[in-house]
């Protein structure tokens, strides 16, 4: 097989790369209903970029 | 003190269903979907024609595990040095088929000198626990425990 080139991503990037992959998964698997699919997955995302994001904001202080 | 009193309260709640004693009759078929599932991401859903899920579940694994590999993330091998590493190759193992095409991209090996490498690993790992959520969630589908 070819050797595929490199994928370079910053943190936030591979972050919400993340996010959005799970919160998708979970919403197809979680809900039935396409609407309540929607709503899951925006909340899930929300959910995660905003934990992520205040995580991040909280460990600053002690990051160097 | 006093011994605790031997006689139930009730003698129906002694009747044991005889449902509970013989297994259900699709339990095999379930194992078999969940196992589907757990060897080729998504199979376990499109087995019993539930589509989207099988295509989601297909697509999340998929570029989970492309993204970390070539990320050149940690693909965790069974000569493992401690436990860490023994737990990241269960991780991994639960992309089922994946491993090996996360193991055939990833030609030059990890690098988790970088964060980059770091991030991947986290994803491979991401991808195999996702997996082996979805091939859980096959299987409870075919009992009819479905969402």
Known sequence: MTPVPPLELTHFQAFLLFAVVISVAFGFLGRRRPKDRVKYILWSLFLFLLVGIGVGWAMFPFSR | ?147
């Open chain 2, 1 to 147: 003190m006093n011994e605790p009193s031997q006689i139930p309260a009730n003698d129906a709640t002694q009747a044991t269903p005889s449902t509970n004693a013989a297994p259900a009759p699709g339990e095999s078929r379930a194992v078999a979907f969940g196992i589907a599932g757990w060897l080729l991401p998504g199979l376990g859903h499109a087995l019993q024609r539930m589509w989207g899920r099988a295509l989601v579940v297909f697509f999340a694994v998929g570029l989970l595990v492309y993204a970390g590999a070539s990320m050149r993330g940690n693909v965790f091998t069974r000569q493992g040095a401690d436990a860490f590493d023994t737990l990241g190759y269960i991780a991994d193992m639960g992309t089922g088929g994946f491993y090996l095409f996360a193991r055939a991209i990833e030609t030059k090996g990890a690098d988790v000198s970088h964060a980059d490498g770091d991030y991947g690993t986290r994803l491979l790992a991401t991808a195999g626990v996702l997996n082996l959520l979805a091939a859980l969630h096959a299987y409870e589908a075919a009992r009819g425990h479905k969402a």
